[in-house]
Each structure stands twice: as structure tokens, then as C-alpha cells.
């Protein structure tokens, strides 16, 4: 047999379920063909007024909190040295890996310029966000590989970069957390340029603070949705136990969080609050069932303990922060005319997106050791290649 | 960036005086002309005026916008040319991640195409809705008004300036608003007591004089404040945050660890211990 008949073969095999998101992921990349074909003009409804839609609110500025699970966990696990929850992190880590590849192909399908991506590199401008986060999110992705190498050594028996990998785990973690601090925060110094344009709902000094901080709780939250999820139908360990722990860091943090943006809100916006009803709607949804709501059912021991109600609590700490950056870097852009409506192109690309992140994550649990990780029972040491030494520590015959 | 310029005094600044425009769009044909823009297919009536194109776009970097109103019940019109202001900080050269924006010493804020990567952040920063995209294009560019910064550089005026029979004058910005103040008091009930583009955005190079109010005429009211200075409070904190969490999780982590290991090896002291103990007691 041939290896493409073997390849083909094997995705046969896969779950239906698979196959639809393979479908999602190739109609998302014919889409963005379209784009580089006949240009952002016909692919989106973007124009003049509306220079920024759906690929960078979602795929962008929504993304990449979404993929923040792998920085916290990180640093909760290994640097405040909570051993425990160290299996949740290589899933954390794989999330975050892919998490931040999309958004990097979502970067180069939406610059008008992709081929010269490269010229952050070359021409600082240390006064941009943009240089600033784009700088981060390469270092991040490169620091997410190296991470995810592990289980890729593991499972193709590399030992001498398992060693070095090892080594690197802690600054690695630091590092991760240092750089993530960044960009996360930047993505809401995008906005604090849009002085007069951004509603004061949302529009305050804090709005960087304010994006790190949601960052945290959203990144726990989704391991939370995904450890629940991936339990549940891709049959791995039930992580009850450690989710419970995660679940009561939560609410410390949305916590925080609410003080800091009633702290803003109240006493550092300039502007009307109530002169629009539409974004009064938009704010109240957010904030109501995207914060308080969570935050009241993580405080009670009742939902943390919950598997069902857990992973509701978090499913809406999700929802308020997709809500809370499209409101930043769409709806609340104060715009006269038409409103902006993604178009269908537009739409299956980002539905490519999002299919692709879940569709990778899958087939790299099939195939990689990411959920059955006890670091203390990998080999790092390295092989004895010369048979030297024999397996039961006498020395072998030939000498 | 504007970088190492200090003194704005000496920029070359556009002075509009919409009381003396006349509606002709000159100015129109002649940044067509001398930036070689396609014309736009345009009907009347299409926006919210006698205006046209109903708005500026990579084919249009300047326009005639009209504004019909009554005084002593007679039907007029008041007249606003929408250009690029040539902040004396802007916004669009600051969030650029590659600086292909720079304010000139000579007053223009001008494009570098080759280094654009197209991401458009200007055109979400400028306050004034000046940056226009080549939406038609695979890999589209940004187009906005150049200042005619070749003409300027060449010792002439704008070609807008240079078209106008009445309204602009183009000169040193210093001597522009003295010239706007000097016209405001030698006839206070021609002009509203008001120069738009001494302060907005933190000062421009394009100032303007009119009869009515600003907002009834399209400008949009922005913030006194040189915006790049918005992000700027934020992003000074990028190394020292980058280095407190960084040193401090390094920090923290040191001390977890090192807890970790002296229980351990604690640990294994007792138990060795134990070992010694039940050997001893073996050989008893």
C-alpha cells in the first residue's frame, strides 16, 4: 500500500464528526483563496469606514485571550507550584500552540501586505501596539512550539532534545507568562487611540489592564470547557477534581476584575454613558451575563463541584468575553451609516478557523501523548545506542 | 513619528478660509491632476448633498463639502474642503507597526509605500477619517493626501493651494494663525471666533476659519490632546512590565522549587536514616 492509500485509509476511519470539520476547514480555505485572488474589497464587506471586521475582532483580538489557558496554567502550575494540576497543561499548551498559529494565519489573510510581514522585524516602531503585539505573538508562537515539542519527542523517541527541552521547561513558563502580559494587554492599547471614536462604555485609560485581566479568567475558563468536553467525547480522564481547584481561582479573578472596570467605568470615562440604548444593550449583556452571572455560580461550591453547571459558568465567562471584544473593536466604534455585516466569504473563513483549531486538537490527542502525561514516568535519559550496558545492568558479552 | 521636530512653527501649514470659498472644486481637479487619481463615476444627489464624490477614497484625497442653510431667508451655502490635517503628531504615524508614516520637517505627513504592510491601523487611528484603502486590489495599499510633498520639496506651493483663486494660503504655520487671528479681529462678525487646527489633535498644519459652527459643517470635533500620547502612557510600560513579571514569576518560583527540593531531600534523609536504623538492628 502506498502512503497516500494509508493516509487515506486512516482518515476513513476517523468519526463523522471529523470529516464535517475537515469539510468547514477546506471551504475556510477556498474562501481565503478568493482573498488573494480578487482582493479584500470582494472577499469582505470591510470599506473605508469599517477598515477592521470580522478576521481581526475574532480571529485576532478574540482569539488570542482565548488561547491565554496555556500562560496562566503555566504559571499557576509551575512557578506558585500547584504539582497537581500538571495535567491539564500539556492540553493547555497544544490549545495554545494551535490557538496562536490561527491567529497568525488570520493576521496574514487579513494585511493587505502579507508577503512583507517580515518588515515588523526590520522597521521598529516602538510607539505602535501593533509592532509591539506582533513582535509578541512571534515570540509567544515560538515559545508554544518549543513547549509543544515535548510530547513530540516523546512519542517519536527523541531523547537528547527531551534533555534540553527539560532544562528549559521554567524559563520557558516565565517567559510565556512575561510575554503573554504584553500582548494580551496591548491588544487593548489598540484602542485607547480610538479616543473619540470607541464608546465611553468601553473607552477608558484602563482598557489594557482591563484586557489582561479577562484574559486570565477566560484562558482558565476554557481548559475547564475543554477538559469537560474532551472527557466527555474523546474519552479521556475525568479531570473533576482539578477543575474544582481551577473553579475557585476563577472567581478571585473576575473579582478583581469587576473592581478595576467599575474603578474605570466610574471614575476615569469621560463621556455619556446612556446616549445610545443599542450599546447600553450591548454593555449589559456583556457584563451581566458574560461576568456577574459566572462570577455568582464560581462562588458557589454547589456549581465548582458540578461538572454540568462548571462547565455552563465557564461557557459564559466565554461568551461575555467574546461579547466584551467585539463590543471594544466593533460595536462600539461609533460610526454614522450603514452598519458592518461580515460577508459569507468572510464568515466560512473564520468558521475554517475555528473548525481547524478543534479538528488539529483532536487528531494531535489521537496521535501525540498530551493527556496521558506523568512527567515522573518519561525516560529523559539518553539511550545506550552502542549497547554498552545491557538492559539488566551487567555488561554486555561482547566486551 | 514627528521625531526631532520641535518647533512647529516653521511647517508649512495650510490656512482655509471657508468664508472666502466659492465652491468652484478647483482644488478637486487639480490633487487629481498633479497625483494622476482616476476620476470617479459620480451622480448628484447620491450623499447627503450637492458634495461630490460622496466621500473622499483612494481616488479622492480632497473635497468640496456643501452645506445649504438660511440667512435672512435666503438660501446659502457654506463650504468645508476635507483634506488630510498633517497633525503635528499623528496618530497614524504612531500606531504604523513600521513607521511607513513620518511628519516632514517641511509640514506634510507622508507614506512610504514600500514598507506598508497593509494591516490599516491607520486608518482606525486617524480621528479625521483620512487614510483611504485600494479595497479593489489583491494586495492593497493606503492612499491619503501627500501634502504634495514633491511640489514643496521643489520650492512650490500645494497643488490645491495653487488652483484656489480665494481660500488657501499656504505659508509657515506660525504665520498662518497669525494671519487666521489678524482676519478673525479685523472682522469679528464675518467669522466665528474659533481656529480649528490650532489645538485639535494637538496642533495641525491644516487650520481652518469658517462663519458656522464646525460641527454643523462635517468637522469632527476630536480631542485637544496629541492622540499618539494615548498609547504612549501605556505602552512606556511594556519593559518595566516585561521585567516585574518576569523577575518576579523567576522569583517565585526559585522559592517553590527550592521548597520542594530541601522537603525532598528532607524526606530521604529520614529515610535513610530508617534504612541505617533497620540495618543496624539486622546485624544486632
Known amino acids: 500500500m502506498t502512503a497516500a492509500r494509508l493516509i487515506i485509509n486512516e482518515i476513513k476511519g476517523y468519526h463523522r464528526f471529523l470529516k464535517f470539520l475537515m469539510v468547514l476547514v477546506g471551504l475556510g480555505a477556498l474562501a481565503s483563496l478568493v482573498r488573494f485572488i480578487f482582493g479584500l474589497g470582494v472577499t469582505t464587506n470591510l470599506n473605508d469606514t469599517y477598515p477592521w471586521g470580522l478576521w481581526v475582532s475574532f480571529d485576532v483580538v478574540t482569539a488570542v485571550p482565548l488561547a491565554a489557558g496555556a500562560f496562566t496554567l503555566g504559571a499557576i ?119 473619540d471614536k470607541l464608546h465611553s462604555l468601553w473607552y477608558n485609560p484602563l482598557l489594557p489592564l482591563l484586557f ?28 473533576s477534581e482539578l477543575l474544582e481547584t481551577l473553579a475557585r481561582i476563577i472567581p478571585w479573578v473576575i473579582g478583581v476584575y469587576i473592581l478595576v472596570k467599575a474603578y474605570a467605568l466610574f471614575f476615569l470615562s469621560e463621556g455619556p454613558f446612556f446616549d445610545r440604548p443599542r450599546m447600553l ?3 449589559g449583556i456583556e457584563v451581566l451575563a458574560g461576568v456577574f452571572v459566572p462570577f455568582f455560580m464560581f462562588m458557589q461550591k454547589k456549581v465548582r463541584n458540578n461538572n454540568r453547571l462548571r462547565a455552563i459558568a465557564a461557557g459564559l465567562v466565554i461568551f461575555g468575553l467574546v461579547v466584551n471584544r467585539f463590543n471594544v473593536s466593533m460595536y462600539g466604534m461609533i460610526h454614522e451609516g450603514a452598519p458592518y455585516v461580515p460577508s459569507l466569504l468572510e464568515t466560512l473563513v473564520t468558521i475554517g478557523i475555528i473548525a481547524a483549531e478543534i479538528l488539529f486538537f483532536v487528531l494531535i490527542a489521537k496521535y501525540f501523548p498530551i493527556f496521558e502525561h506523568h512527567p515522573e514516568t518519561v525516560d529523559y535519559s539518553l539511550p545506550d545506542k552502542f549497547r554498552k550496558v545491557e538492559k539488566h545492568g551487567s555488561v554486555a558479552a561482547g566486551a | 513619528m514627528s521625531g526631532d521636530i520641535k518647533d512647529f512653527n516653521k511647517t508649512g501649514a495650510f490656512l482655509i478660509d471657508m468664508t472666502k470659498c466659492t465652491g468652484c472644486r478647483g482644488c478637486q481637479v487639480a490633487c487629481k491632476q498633479w497625483n494622476q487619481l482616476k476620476a470617479e463615476n459620480t ?72 514598507r506598508c504592510i497593509g494591516c490599516r491601523f491607520c486608518m482606525v487611528a486617524c480621528p479625521f477619517g483620512v487614510p483611504k484603502y485600494e479595497w479593489s486590489k489583491a494586495f492593497p495599499l493606503v492612499k491619503k493626501c501627500t501634502g504634495c510633498y514633491s511640489r514643496i520639496k521643489n520650492g512650490h506651493k500645494p497643488a490645491c493651494a495653487t488652483a484656489c483663486p480665494s481660500a488657501i494660503t499656504y505659508g509657515p504655520r506660525a504665520e498662518m494663525l497669525k494671519e487666521a487671528e489678524r482676519r478673525i479681529a479685523a472682522r469679528p462678525d464675518r467669522y466665528l471666533k474659533k481656529i480649528y487646527g490650532k489645538e485639535e489633535a494637538g496642533g495641525t498644519s491644516v487650520i481652518y476659519l469658517t462663519a458656522l459652527p464646525f460641527d454643523e459643517l462635517g468637522f469632527k470635533p476630536v480631542t485637544k490632546r496629541p492622540l499618539p500620547s494615548y498609547t504612549w502612557q501605556a505602552l512606556r510600560l511594556v519593559p518595566g512590565i516585561f521585567l516585574t513579571v518576569g523577575g518576579s514569576l523567576s522569583l517565585l518560583s526559585w522559592f517553590t522549587h527550592r521548597k520542594d527540593r530541601l522537603k525532598k531531600e528532607e524526606e530521604q534523609r529520614t529515610q535513610s536514616r530508617k534504612h541505617s536504623d533497620q540495618n543496624q538492628e539486622k546485624t544486632e
Open chain 1, 281 to 283: 444593550v450591548l454593555f
Open chain 1, 77 to 195: 502550575t509551575h512557578c506558585f507550584h500547584i504539582k497537581k494540576l500538571e495535567p491539564l497543561v500539556r492540553p493547555a499548551i497544544v490549545t495554545g500552540f494551535l490557538g496562536y498559529s490561527l491567529v497568525s494565519v488570520g493576521l496574514l489573510l487579513d494585511l493587505g501586505q502579507p508577503q512583507r510581514c517580515w518588515h515588523t522585524m526590520v522597521f521598529w516602531n516602538p510607539h505602535s501596539p501593533m509592532f509591539e503585539v506582533s513582535m509578541c505573538i512571534m515570540a509567544y508562537t515560538t515559545v508554544l512550539f518549543l513547549e509543544f515539542l515535548s510530547p513530540v519527542c516523546e512519542k517519536l523517541g527523541y531523547y537528547l532534545p527531551l534533555r534540553v527541552l527539560r532544562t528549559l521547561e521554567m524559563p520557558l513558563v516565565v517567559a510565556a507568562a512575561a510575554i503573554s502580559t504584553l500582548h494580551q494587554s496591548s491588544l487593548g492599547t489598540f484602542f485607547l487611540i480610538a479616543v
Open chain 2, 43 to 114: 451622480t448628484f444627489f447620491n450623499g447627503e448633498g450637492y458634495q461630490n464624490p460622496p466621500a473622499m477614497s483612494e481616488y479622492t484625497f480632497t473635497r468640496i463639502k456643501f452645506r445649504d442653510y438660511q440667512k435672512n431667508g435666503q438660501n446659502e451655502f457654506a463650504f468645508y474642503k476635507e483634506m488630510c490635517m498633517h497633525c503635528n503628531d499623528p496618530a497614524c504615524a504612531s500606531v504604523c507597526p513600521v513607521g511607513a508614516f513620518k511628519k516632514t520637517a517641511e509640514g506634510p505627513v507622508i507614506y512610504d509605500t514600500k
Open chain 1, 212 to 239: 489582561w485581566i479577562s484574559a486570565i479568567f477566560s484562558g482558565l475558563s476554557i481548559i475547564i470547557l475543554e477538559a469537560t468536553m474532551t472527557h466527555k467525547w474523546l474519552g479521556q480522564e475525568d479531570e
